[in-house]
């Protein structure tokens, strides 16, 4: 099973817009992802099925049994992010958000009354959609473990789509931990950018982070026409890194209108739809991609 990830240096430069039309015009048997696990968008246009939801439990949280404590005060006083209070009626307790887990609380209490507990930081969810398996993730306010968090995501749909021809993996904006935990095990990138100085910016760097791992690299340029000066230049610096530019989408209201709707742009007619459809093209051919 083929493995293609689309992602972007930054936010906003339409790539789950991009992914939800390769989802809709790729041929063969195909399962999802979406690892943007902080703001998990594919969904919206793919018209999900729930099917599960699966608990997912990130890094431990310290947890003061009240019967156990004689309120000394220690944890409070070693506690370096805050994160250990009293309440009105003066017990002490620990705000999740806050607590790193780093066990110094634990460590210190001569009573033995803080461990270090399981804590719930999302939820993994299974769905079905017309295209095929979807799996994607609700990340809970304020939580860490993203990284691990798409690893799972990755690990649930590889699972969900055994014997298909083609995962596709919406992927995190950036260069951090989330992106790393993508690129890694798959066969190919999509990275969709803007013209624009920050964009160009953070494809320059998403290009060095994703250069380290053995995977085909292919550029999408997303309103292309907004600003020819820029969208140039992007395609200087691909041609400098030996990255084909597969498509360069047009501006075009139809996508807005196909996400206020819900649905994939290849839905509607317009400039957009029918480079998306070449993009799709060119993507299969580059990927050899002929489904089984």
């Known amino acids: 099973m083929l493995q293609v990830a689309v992602l972007s240096g930054k936010g906003g430069t339409g790539k789950t817009v991009v992914t939800a039309a390769l989802a809709d015009i790729l041929p063969g048997r195909k399962g999802f992802a979406d690892c943007d696990v902080e703001a998990a968008n594919l969904a919206l246009l793919l018209s999900p099925r729930e099917k599960r939801r699966i608990p997912f439990y990130g ?7 009240e019967e156990a ?27 999740p958000i806050r607590c790193e887990g780093c066990a110094v609380c634990r460590d ?15 939820e993994i969810i299974l769905a079905d959609t017309e295209q095929g398996p979807l799996v994607y993730a609700e990340l809970h306010p304020g939580s860490g473990n993203s990284g691990l968090l798409v690893h799972e995501v990755k690990k649930a749909a590889q699972k969900e789509s055994e014997g298909r021809d083609l995962l596709l993996i919406d992927g995190p904006p950036g260069i951090g931990c ?45 309103r292309a026409d907004l600003h020819p000066g820029y969208t140039k230049e992007i395609e200087q610096f691909c041609a400098e890194k030996g990255i084909p530019v597969i498509g360069k989408i047009p501006f075009d209201p139809a996508v807005i209108e196909a996400v206020r709707i819900g649905v994939p742009v290849t839905r509607r007619k317009g400039a957009a739809s029918t480079e998306l459809r070449i993009i799709g093209t060119r993507l299969a051919e580059g990927l050899s991609y002929v489904p089984g």
């Open 59 to 65: 890094m431990k949280k310290a947890e003061i049994r």
């Open 69 to 95: 404590c004689v309120s000394c005060g220690l944890c409070k006083a070693a506690c370096r992010f805050h994160a250990i209070n009293q309440d009105n009626g003066g017990a002490y307790r620990v705000d």
């Open 108 to 122: 210190i209490c001569p009573e033995r009354a803080v461990s270090l507990v399981e804590h719930q930081d999302g």
């Open 178 to 222: 989330p992106v790393i935990s993508t690129l890694s095990g798959i066969n190919a990138a999509v990275l969709v950018t803007e013209p624009g100085i920050a964009a160009l910016h953070d494809l320059r760097r998403l290009v060095t982070v994703s250069s380290g791992f053995s995977l085909s690299h292919w550029v999408v340029i997303n």
